[in-house]
């Protein structure tokens, strides 16, 4: 990761969006924070980091985005937020990041973060020297009841992809199952599909059942090429009594698994539109875990499913 031009991305960013005053106290801050600064002062700017800017949408733009996409393949800061944006701009400012003073420093931070500072601190792990040094880090990240935390740790970064082993990344898996997080924002996800998380997909698609409750739709894209005759006979269940989302979700989930025919009957049979849509797609050719986020709608992900 090439610190330097991160900092100018993210000086770039907020240029536009804080007033005058706030960017001076923030240029000073980073200044003194490329300085050295004792890992209490370095907590407390980050605290403080609420009176320059706000909570609201970063909104990126596409050439913005194009700009993180170009930094850090995978990274999508759509979802941050400007306050975020400052506290890991503030982060990346420390010239000690690849010692390990800068180590301690941040894991100082993380023990008195509220869950704001939580979000930009974990969304900062992919930016640092070395980030496999971080990895229980992001494990810890992951086993948090605060959703935002979880998201903000798990979702539109490389970072877990990246660095965690099969056994800590499905269990964030299947944690944005539960939890009805977008699982499609798992960056890097089709990479490391195998049998393993078939497995405990269908499982947890067995149990939902069991239990009278709905499966995922976003469950299906857990599956691929994976899991033989079990999954190909659970897709075609969803696709007989699923709900709108559900039947959509496995349509794609068909489309994955290469279940040509079971899609050509079901495009026979079925009357609802958003659904025939999903199955014209699924039968079309590639489907990838970008396109998913259809099903990221009310209809799909609700409370009453979890």
């Not at 290469?258 to 489907?287: F, P, Q, W």
Request: glycine share 8%.
């Amino acid at each position: 990761m090439d610190l330097a031009a991160a900092r100018s991305l993210f000086a770039a960013w907020l240029a536009p969006r804080l007033g005058g005053q706030a960017r001076s106290t923030f240029d000073a801050w980073a200044e003194a924070l490329a300085g050295g600064v004792d890992d209490g002062e370095f907590c407390v700017l980050l605290s403080r980091a609420c009176r320059l800017a706000e909570q609201r949408p970063l909104k990126p733009n596409a050439t913005e985005c194009a700009a993180a996409s170009e930094l850090l393949v995978g990274l999508n800061p759509e979802r941050w937020s400007e306050l975020e944006t400052m506290r890991v701009a503030l982060v990346l400012a420390r010239s000690d990041l690849n010692q390990q003073s800068g180590a301690a420093a941040l894991e100082e931070a993380f023990r008195y973060a509220d869950m704001g500072e939580l979000c930009a601190l974990y969304r900062s792990l992919a930016f640092l020297p070395d980030g496999a040094r971080f990895a229980w880090r992001c494990g810890e990240g992951h086993r948090t009841n605060m959703v935002s935390v979880f998201e903000a740790n798990a979702l539109d970064t490389p970072y877990p992809a990246t660095h965690l082993d099969d056994t800590a990344l499905f269990q964030i898996v299947i944690k944005c199952l539960h939890l009805a997080s977008p699982l499609w924002r798992l960056v890097g996800l089709d990479g490391r599909l195998n049998s393993d998380l078939a497995r405990m997909a269908l499982d947890l698609a067995d149990e939902r059942r069991s239990a009278l409750r709905p499966v995922q739709p976003m469950l299906w894209l857990c599956l691929g090429q994976n899991g033989g005759q079990r999954a190909a006979s659970s897709l075609a269940l969803e696709l007989k009594q699923g709900s709108v989302a559900g039947r959509r979700g496995a349509a794609l989930g068909c489309g994955r698994a290469g279940l040509t025919e079971e899609l050509e009957l079901a495009l026979l049979e079925e009357k609802e539109l958003l659904v025939r849509d999903s199955l014209t797609k699924a039968l079309s050719g590639h489907i990838t875990q970008e396109m998913f986020a259809a099903l990221e709608t009310p209809d799909a992900i609700t409370k009453e499913n979890n």
